[in-house]
């Protein structure tokens, strides 16, 4: 599967569990959207993904990526210490200069 650069690079961060390289991914200015909350900036993504690591443990295996638009549409299975685990998630990117500017996570 080919993925862009910097999807491939958010997704060896969050294997690695590394939240600062996660937040490298995203522009200064980005907005994540998870489990109902909006995070906002590289400071309060690397934040969330550095607690949603140490709660969930969650691991990404991509399954397939769609391009709608300028948006990207990652499935990927997600595994970890969380109920229903594994499942299989969507993430929409906006990708903006090689960095995300907006990342969405749905079922």
Request: proline share 3%.
């Amino acid at each position: 599967m080919n993925l862009p650069k910097v999807i491939a690079d958010l997704v060896t961060a969050q294997n690695q569990y590394d939240s600062l390289a996660y937040a490298n991914c995203f522009t200064k200015t980005a907005v994540a959207f998870d489990e109902g909350k909006t995070h906002t900036g590289r400071k309060a993504i690397q934040e969330w993904i550095e607690e949603a690591n140490k709660k969930y443990k969650s691991v990404m295996k991509p399954l397939s990526i769609a391009h709608e638009g300028k948006t990207s549409v990652l499935s990927a299975e997600c595994s970890g210490t969380f109920d229903g685990s594994p499942i299989i998630l969507k993430f929409h990117f906006d990708i903006k200069d090689g960095l995300i500017q907006t990342l969405k996570v749905t079922s």
